[in-house]
C-alpha cells in the first residue's frame, strides 16, 4: 500500500494556503495516480462512464461559443482533472493501492491543519485591527470538519476522545462565529449533525439536539441583521440575510442566457451585467451557476451523473447497511453534505471542493456498496454450501 494516493488528503488543505500550492499539490497526485495505476484493467459498467462522459461532453458544449474561448476552455479542463479523481480512487480501492479509512485519518490530519490555518489567520486580522468579515476563509477547515471529528472518535468514544471531540468543535465554530461568516457555521453545523447522526446509536434525540444548537448558532449570527430590517420588503430581507445572493439568483432568472440550452461557458458569467451589478465573479450557487454556464444539457447531465453515483450508496445506507458501515461511511456523507452546502452559498460546480472532495467522497461510498455487497454474496454462497454439505 502507497503513501503517495494519501496526497489526494493534503489537497484541500494546499487550496486553504492558496491557489497554486493547490494546483501543484493536485497535478502531483495526478500524475502520480495515473503512473501507479498504468497497467490496470478498467472494466466500468455501461451506465457509470457513459453518464460521466456525457457530463463531460455537456460542459464542453457552451466553450465555441463563449466570450472570453480561453477561461471557459481552461474551466473545462479543470473540472475534467479534477472530477478524474472519482475514478482514480475508485479504481484504486478496487486494486488495494490503499484503504478508505486510512484516506479518512489523513482528510482528518488536514482538517485540523486547515482548522490551525484560519484560525491562525483570524487572530492575526484581529491583532492588527483589521475588518474580519470577507477577508478570512474557514469554509475548508468547515467542510472537513466531519473529518476532524472522525479522526478524534475513529478508535472509541470515551472521555477523552468526547471531551477533545467537543472542544475542537467549540473552537473551530467560535473562529467561523468572529469571521463573520453565516455560510462556513452553516456547513460546519450541518456536517455535525449529518456525523454525528450516522454513528450514534439514538439518533433521533441526537438530531434533535444538534439542529437546536446549529439553530441558536445561525440565530446569533444573523440577529443584528434581523434587527435593522424593520420596514423592508421581502426580497431586501433576504438579500440582506443572504449577503445579496438572492439578487444574484434572482437577476440570473430574470435575465438568462441568450442560448438557455448550452450557457455562456463556465468561467465567463464575470462578463454578464447580471454579475457585475452586484460586483462578484461567480453566481454563488451550483445549480444556477451550472445552469447559466453550461446551460440546461450541462445541468441536467451533471444532475444525472451526481444521482447515480450518490443514489446508489445512499439507498444502501439507509436501507441495508449496518451500523458499522454506517459509522464508517460517517465522515463522507458528511463531507458531502458540507461541500453541497458550501457550493449552493459560495460556490459553483467548477470549483475544486465540488469536482474534487465531492468526487471523491462519492468514490469512496461507492466502493464501500461494492465490498458491503459482495461480502455479503461470499457470506450467502459460504452458507448455501455449507447446508448442501449437511444434506449430503
Known amino acids: 500500500m502507497s503513501s503517495g494516493w494519501l496526497l489526494l488528503a493534503w489537497v484541500p488543505f494546499a487550496y486553504s494556503i492558496g491557489r497554486g500550492l493547490g494546483n501543484s499539490v493536485f497535478i502531483i497526485f495526478f500524475f502520480y495516480a495515473l503512473f501507479s495505476l498504468r497497467r490496470t484493467d478498467i472494466n466500468w459498467k455501461p451506465a457509470l462512464s457513459t453518464l460521466y462522459l456525457l457530463f463531460l461532453a455537456a460542459f464542453f458544449l457552451s466553450v465555441p461559443g463563449a466570450v472570453s474561448v480561453s ?18 480512487v475508485l479504481i484504486a480501492l478496487r486494486q488495494g493501492e490503499f484503504r478508505w479509512r486510512r484516506l479518512a485519518t489523513w482528510f482528518g ?8 490555518n484560519f484560525l491562525g489567520e483570524l487572530a492575526l486580522v484581529y491583532w492588527q485591527g483589521g475588518y474580519v468579515a470577507g477577508t478570512v476563509s474557514g469554509l475548508v477547515a468547515s467542510y472537513l470538519f466531519p473529518f476532524g471529528l472522525n479522526l478524534l472518535l475513529e478508535r472509541g ?14 473552537v473551530l465554530m467560535a473562529g467561523l462565529l468572529l469571521a463573520d461568516s453565516s455560510t462556513e457555521v452553516l456547513v460546519a453545523g450541518a456536517g455535525l449533525v449529518v456525523y454525528l447522526s450516522l454513528v450514534a446509536r439514538r439518533r433521533l434525540l441526537l438530531v434533535l439536539g444538534l439542529m437546536a444548537v446549529v439553530t441558536l448558532t445561525l440565530g446569533s449570527e444573523l440577529y443584528p441583521k434581523l434587527s435593522s430590517m424593520e420596514g423592508q420588503s421581502l426580497r431586501q430581507v433576504m438579500s440582506l440575510l443572504s449577503s445579496y445572493r438572492t439578487e444574484l439568483w434572482l437577476g440570473a432568472l430574470e435575465h438568462p442566457p441568450e442560448n438557455q440550452w448550452i450557457g455562456v461557458g463556465l468561467r465567463n458569467t464575470a462578463h454578464y451585467a447580471v454579475v457585475k451589478t452586484v460586483g462578484v465573479k461567480s453566481l454563488h450557487n451550483f445549480v444556477i451557476a451550472t445552469w447559466y454556464e453550461t446551460g440546461v444539457i450541462g445541468l441536467v447531465a451533471l444532475l444525472a451523473f451526481l444521482s447515480y453515483v450518490g443514489g446508489r450508496p445512499g439507498a444502501w445506507l439507509a436501507s ?25 452559498l459560495d460556490g459553483a460546480a467548477k470549483t475544486f471542493s465540488f469536482s474534487c472532495v465531492l468526487f471523491v467522497c462519492l468514490a469512496v461510498l461507492w466502493h464501500m456498496r461494492e465490498s458491503a455487497i459482495a461480502v455479503q454474496g461470499e457470506e450467502g454462497g459460504s452458507r448455501s454450501a455449507s447446508r448442501l454439505a449437511q444434506r449430503a
Open 320 to 344: 441495508c447497511a449496518t451500523l458499522l458501515h454506517r459509522q464508517e461511511a460517517a465522515p463522507w456523507v458528511a463531507g458531502i453534505v458540507g461541500v453541497l452546502i458550501a457550493n449552493s
Open 71 to 88: 477561461d471557459a476552455l481552461q474551466g473545462w479542463l479543470k473540472v475534467v482533472l479534477w472530477s478524474s479523481s472519482f475514478f482514480l
Open 109 to 116: 490530519v488536514a482538517a485540523f491543519l486547515a482548522g490551525g
Open 157 to 170: 468514544v470515551n472521555t477523552k476522545s468526547i471531551i477533545g471531540a467537543s472542544l475542537y468543535s467549540v
